[in-house]
């Protein structure tokens, strides 16, 4: 059963990067697609963006002036930064995975990790 | 971007109850709709891909349905540890994009 963990600061001023990181454990990151999404308190659901692990990225265009995701291969390690951050990007983050071809399925989730952007 | 308009946002059913939420998409996704379930602090959790296929875990009590525009996600026999809010998310163009989300609360 593969697992998803994200970590990374759960404070972040204001104008500063967000950066998490998501460490895949109990499978390959090899042959899926695997993303970040985010829920403000009390909110839906917000697809980031993801990455194929060669490294072949697709962002949404919401996000795509300040956002990068990279992936580790060898550390089956992925990881967002999101840059010049202001309180509405408050939100819990999630890392899933990706599977089932075209249909994009998130069937593996991380326990989601809450950062609160505030100076 | 397709937007993905869920409805009910909430509802109040009884254990056993047949509960329909439904799931319209602003244009033609063919199949490419996925339907997740969220409790309260934790992650979503998949219960259909590609509209009608129940993933793997997921009691058969679940059931999704449609094509193109109008899905709908069905509880055949509602449980006590169905309630939850419940969203869709179509996978037919980037951006993935997520309905507002159907909170099934208690009556």
């Known amino acids: 059963q593969v697992q998803l963990q994200e970590s990374g600061p759960g404070l972040v001023k204001p104008s500063e990067t967000l950066s998490l990181t998501c460490t895949v454990s109990?499978?390959?990151?090899?042959?899926?697609?695997w993303s970040w999404i985010r829920q403000p308190p009390g909110k839906g659901l917000e697809w980031i963006g993801y990455?194929?692990?060669?490294?072949?990225?697709k962002y949404n265009p919401s996000f795509e002036s300040r956002v990068t995701i990279s992936v580790d291969t060898s550390k089956n390690q992925f990881s967002l930064k999101l840059s010049s951050v202001t309180a509405a990007d408050t939100a819990v983050y999630y890392c899933?995975?990706?599977?089932?071809?075209?249909?994009?399925?998130?069937?593996?989730w991380g326990q989601g990790t809450l950062v609160t952007v505030s100076s | 971007d397709i937007q993905m308009t869920q409805s009910p946002s909430s509802l109040s059913a009884s254990v056993g109850d047949r509960v329909t939420i439904t799931c319209r998409a602003s244009q033609n996704i063919a199949n490419y709709l996925n339907w997740y379930q969220q409790k309260p602090g934790k992650a979503p959790n998949l219960l259909i891909f590609a509209a009608s296929t129940l993933q793997s875990g997921v009691p058969s009590r679940f059931s999704g349905s449609g094509s193109g525009t109008d899905f709908t996600l069905t509880i055949s026999s509602l449980q006590p540890e169905d309630f939850a809010t419940y969203h869709c998310?179509?996978?037919?163009?980037?951006?993935?994009?997520f309905g507002g989300g159907t909170k099934v609360e208690i009556k």
């Open positions: 109990g499978g390959p990151i090899s042959s899926y697609h």
């Open positions: 998310q179509q996978s037919y163009s980037i951006p993935l994009t």
């Open positions: 990455i194929y692990y060669s490294g072949n990225t």
């Open positions: 899933a995975r990706n599977n089932y071809g075209g249909n994009s399925a998130g069937d593996n």
